[in-house]
């Protein structure tokens, strides 16, 4: 597709259940990156990948949350044992180059809308 | 590491009025500094954005932002607002030299009322 693409749109899940969430992003782009964003927080840096690796993890919140991305192209972001605070809309944007090059813009999709019951 | 302050979270405005978001922003180091805007039911897209040069920078729609490095700021303002300017704002910074992890300040939700 022409944007990215994130899938499910709505995730409703009980406490203590996996999910998954995906990520396509914009084809040829190489670097990628998950965020969160709940209710007045802004936007949280979760992780970014360079192609299949992920050289920075520091935003991740916990053990519970892992990402893995295959082939440079598809993400996917698991959240194990979810709690209610993991409610939020998860954000994954890319864009067209790595490394030291950082004046580009990100594209980011429409976010996963992730509910804790 | 570096931080981003927008100093309101709701900013009610009448159409036609001009309006100005404020940002200010903390690093150690140089920093690149960009507006993104939220549309409702909409992912983010990135309004304007500062890097080198001219302090002023425009959008195509109207918006203008102007990078005070002595006060740390990259206000956001328009000096006429439509109905369709209805939206959240956020105000974000990146290291230079990095790798375009973006800090986002909290966000303001400009409403425009008729």
């Known amino acids: 597709g022409a944007g990215v693409s994130q899938s499910p749109s709505n995730k409703v899940t009980e406490k203590g259940k996996d999910v998954e969430l995906r990520c396509d992003p914009i084809?040829?782009?190489?670097?990628l990156y998950w965020y969160r964003q709940s209710l007045g927080q802004g936007l949280e840096f979760l992780i970014y990948?360079?192609?299949?690796?992920?050289?920075?993890k520091s935003g991740l919140p916990s053990d519970r949350f892992s990402a893995e991305r295959t082939g440079g192209s598809v993400s996917t972001l698991t959240i194990q044992r979810t709690q209610q605070e993991d409610s939020a809309v998860y954000l994954c944007?890319?864009?067209?180059?790595?490394?030291?090059?950082?004046?580009?813009?990100?594209?980011f999709g429409e976010g996963s809308r992730l509910t804790v019951l | 590491a570096q931080s981003v302050t927008q100093l309101d979270s709701q900013v009610p405005v009448f159409e036609e009025a001009p309006v100005e978001l404020r940002c200010n922003y903390s690093?150690?180091?140089?920093?690149?500094l960009f507006w993104y805007v939220q549309y409702p039911n909409q992912g983010l897209q990135l309004l304007l954005k500062?890097?080198?040069?001219?302090?002023l920078v425009e959008s195509i729609n109207g918006f203008e932002a102007e990078f005070n490095k002595s006060q740390t700021s990259f206000h956001l303002r328009k000096p006429s607002v439509h109905i369709s300017d209805t939206a959240e704002y956020f105000c974000?910074?990146?290291?230079?030299?990095?790798?375009?992890?973006?800090?986002f300040g909290a966000g303001t939700r400009l409403a425009v009322h008729p």
């Open positions: 974000a910074v990146t290291r230079v030299g990095g790798y375009n992890k973006l800090i």
């Open positions: 084809s040829g782009h190489t670097a």
């Open positions: 690093s150690s180091v140089s920093v690149y």
């Open positions: 944007a890319s864009r067209t180059s790595g490394g030291g090059d950082n004046t580009g813009e990100l594209f």
């Open positions: 500062y890097l080198s040069g001219s302090t």
């Open positions: 990948f360079q192609g299949n690796s992920a050289p920075d």
